[in-house]
């Protein structure tokens, strides 16, 4: 069975803070995937990452970057600088493939305070 | 990038009736389709995989006489939630496979809220 937690159901910060939202994950394959999502409020799920299990590099994208730790499995998402725009709930996700059904977490919702 | 939409966005019934969610593949042939339920404040839930020409697979404790999916052709799968009732309001989520050679990646359509009277 695969599980994804998200420890962290919300998070405030103040605007220009860094931020790390937490993932773990949990399954008995070799190859998966991991993805992140963004949910604003408008309910449309917005791609940020596919990681795929064979590459740990971390990797960073403007304000964000992501930690991927297969020794730990987790797969953590850091905003750098946060601002009000990022306020939005974030799923992490895994997947046996990238074009399989996906096992959400929880999700974190994150409030950036101006 | 890959467009997958859905209609309605939103959609309010009376209790008892029957309302049809449309997830299209705009611009690449999807032969598989997953619908997903979100309730408020909750994450996603799997319920369905669509396979185009086939029978639906549904995750368990989702009822297959009530949630109806039709995958008529590469480019449509169409959910109908039969006599719905208050508790069947959700945001239903769907979303679209795109595959080639080794390749496959899926794109998310942008929900349909249901509210049931």
């Known amino acids: 069975a695969q599980k994804v937690t998200q420890a962290q159901t919300e998070i405030s910060v103040v605007e220009k803070e860094d931020v790390t939202l937490d993932c773990v994950y949990e399954?008995?394959?070799?190859?998966?995937?991991l993805f992140w999502y963004k949910q604003p409020p408008s309910g449309e799920l917005v791609f940020l990452i596919r990681?795929?299990?064979?590459?740990?590099q971390n990797e960073i994208s403007g304000r964000y970057s992501w930690n991927f730790q297969k020794s730990t499995s987790s797969f953590n998402f850091t905003i750098t600088a946060s601002q009000v725009v990022d306020s939005a709930v974030y799923f992490c996700a895994l997947g046996r493939g990238a074009g399989n059904m996906l096992t959400f977490g929880g999700g974190t919702r994150l409030m950036v305070k101006p | 990038g890959a467009v997958v939409s859905q209609h309605p966005s939103r959609v309010i019934c009376k209790s008892g009736t029957s309302v049809k969610i449309e997830c299209r593949s705009l611009?690449?042939?999807?032969?598989?389709m997953f619908w997903y339920r979100q309730f408020p404040k909750q994450s996603l839930m799997l319920m369905a995989t669509s396979n185009e020409g086939s029978k639906a697979t549904y995750e368990q404790g989702v009822e297959k006489d009530k949630f109806l999916i039709n995958h008529a052709s590469l480019t449509l799968s169409t959910l109908t939630v039969t006599s719905a009732h208050p508790e069947d309001s959700s945001f239903y989520i769907c979303?679209?496979?795109?595959?080639?050679?080794?390749?496959?990646?899926?794109?998310f359509g942008p929900g349909t809220r249901l509210t049931v009277l």
């Open positions: 611009d690449f042939q999807a032969t598989t």
């Open positions: 979303s679209a496979r795109a595959e080639g050679g080794s390749y496959n990646e899926q794109f």
């Open positions: 990681r795929n299990s064979f590459d740990e």
């Open positions: 399954t008995r394959d070799t190859t998966y995937y």
